[in-house]
């Protein structure tokens, strides 16, 4: 083996999908792209990592909600433009041609063109770390989209594209405890 440098460890382990998380400040939409999100316990919460840096931020902070929307790997080009500039001067959803379509239980709108949509609720914002800790209050999934592939980031401009999904469910199934 060859040793690697510390900081880039975390690209051994990078977490779930590349998503893309819109805010609503009250007066315009926006979209940030995360790469940085995980599943906290069994639970419906999630936590996401971003900060002050991102534009978006400041909506997240005034407001406590947001939309988690699942892109697939057809959407890539449009996930890193996202990412890559600011919606301070531009209006992502019309540069990107992307369609927002009102929550049901927030004001940041989900995007049609995405796979999943996650309406949440911002329960904590630990600063120290930069992290947001969301409640789900509602989830969205499109089975009518051929591609289903997410993509997730290494972190060094690299992409894997998930593969063929492998069940297992009866087997680990068999293996808990009554009740479970």
């Known amino acids: 083996m060859r040793k690697i440098q510390i900081s880039k460890a975390f690209t051994l382990i990078e977490s779930g999908p590349v ?3 819109t805010t609503h400040d009250g007066k315009k939409n926006n979209i940030m792209t995360i790469s940085w999100t995980m599943v906290v316990d069994f ?3 999630f936590a ?18 947001c939309v988690i929307a ?4 057809d959407m890539l080009d449009k996930v890193i433009g996202v990412g890559t500039c600011s919606g ?19 004001k940041a709108p989900l995007i049609k063109e995405c796979l ?9 914002i630990i600063e120290k770390h930069n992290i947001v800790i969301l409640e789900v209050v509602a989830a969205y999934f499109d089975n009518s989209r051929k591609e289903k592939r ?7 401009g690299t992409f894997i594209v998930d593969g063929r999904k492998l069940d297992r469910r009866e087997m680990m199934l068999s293996k808990l405890p009554d009740g479970v």
């Open 48 to 65: 996401m990592t971003t900060g002050p840096w991102n534009y978006s931020f400041a909506a997240l902070c005034k407001t406590k909600e």
């Open 70 to 73: 699942i892109p697939t790997v």
């Open 116 to 124: 999943a949509n996650i309406e949440c609720k911002v329960v904590d």
């Open 88 to 106: 301070a001067d531009t209006d992502k959803f019309k540069k990107f041609m992307l369609t927002p379509v009102n929550g049901k239980h927030v």
């Open 19 to 21: 998503v893309l998380v």
């Open 43 to 45: 639970t419906p919460i």
């Open 150 to 156: 997410t993509v997730h980031a290494v972190g060094d």
